[in-house]
């Protein structure tokens, strides 16, 4: 099972559509589209900001739990809290519009839709996350949740293991667009290139 069939389970993907206006199964392709790179981003924080305790930490600074159950609540949902979790795994708005566009060429969906959904998907992800990590330093916690999400490449605070997300089953191959072992690093050349 994908993260989109498990967010979906969750009545996330449906609470998502009912707020944006939009079929549920329009919210479902977008979030297929979507979430590699938002897992990319969680990915590269945590292998660059002190592993996995420091991603439960940055998890529970941006809202924890909280973040799934704010998206899932009968509220309209509070998107600048998804804005802040985008700005912490992607650095910059250039990413987000990028990552909203290459979505919209793969799907056809419209990149306005796709931008709008990208802050509730990320607080979806960091939600689910951090309800599944429990308390850091707990064996299986969060640690366990990001090595099954992200690919065992941050297992145990090693170094990422030289195949990365390779030869991986469900969110391996769904974190992993072109094979290369991180889509995120597409995404910031290709965000690099426009700003020269």
Known sequence: MNLTDILAQAGGIESMA???????AMAKQGADALLPAILGGFKKQAQSGGGVEGLGGL??????????DSVLGSQPTPVSQGNDVLGQIFGSKDVSRTV???????????SGILKQM??????????????????????????GMLGNVLGGAMGGGAAPSAGGVGGLGGLGKMLDMDGDGNPLDDIMGMVNKMRG
Request: hydrophobic residues 40%.
């Open 100 to 110: 909203a566009g290459q979505a919209a060429a793969q799907t056809g969906l419209d």
């Open 18 to 24: 009912k707020e944006l206006g939009i079929p549920p």
């Open 118 to 143: 990208l802050p509730i998907l990320a607080m979806m992800v960091a939600g689910y996350m951090a309800k599944q990590g429990g308390q850091p330093g707990e064996s299986g916690g969060l640690g």
């Open 59 to 68: 998890l529970g600074q941006l809202g924890g739990g909280g973040l799934l």
